[in-house]
């Protein structure tokens, strides 16, 4: 069972709109399990509103992390260890270097950092290709 989704450009409007970057990653969510891949569910965030522990050749998608980090000197400092999960981006676009925080759901307290400037449709399109969807 595949995805194709047709939209018209501009569809999900500027990476620097919130609304419509929590939209994208809600479908991708949605994609990703459609692929065959577990996704995290809950409550608040919805079904598809809190990511997936997925990463492929074109972007990672992690859920919030609830653990506590385990870096020996984090408390006092603020500094953590390469690979812990507390520096993990939620979500990120390998090319383009957009990532992607939320606060324990998609949507909810957002950070999106954009440093070169990656439009969102294309970016959401390049990553559900690459799951074998389809997106135009």
């Known amino acids: 069972m595949g995805i ?12 620097g709109n919130e609304g419509s970057v929590a939209d994208g990653l809600r479908f991708l969510t ?3 399990q459609v692929s065959g891949a577990d996704i995290s569910s809950g409550c608040l965030g919805g079904e598809f509103g ?6 492929n050749e074109v972007f990672s998608m992690f859920p919030y992390y609830w653990g506590d980090c ?7 400092t603020g500094d953590h260890l390469e690979g812990c999960p507390e520096l993990k981006p939620n979500f990120e676009h390998k090319k383009s270097g957009l990532t992607v925080d939320w606060y324990k759901y998609i949507g909810r307290g957002m950070d999106i950092d954009n440093p070169n400037n990656a439009d969102w449709t294309k970016v959401l399109a390049e990553c559900i ?4 969807g389809s997106y135009e």
């Open 4 to 15: 194709e989704v047709i939209l018209p450009e501009g569809s999900f409007g500027n990476v």
């Open 30 to 32: 949605r994609a990703i």
């Open 50 to 55: 809190y990511g997936a522990d997925f990463v």
């Open 70 to 76: 385990a870096c020996p000197s984090s408390w006092e």
């Open 129 to 132: 290709n690459s799951i074998g």
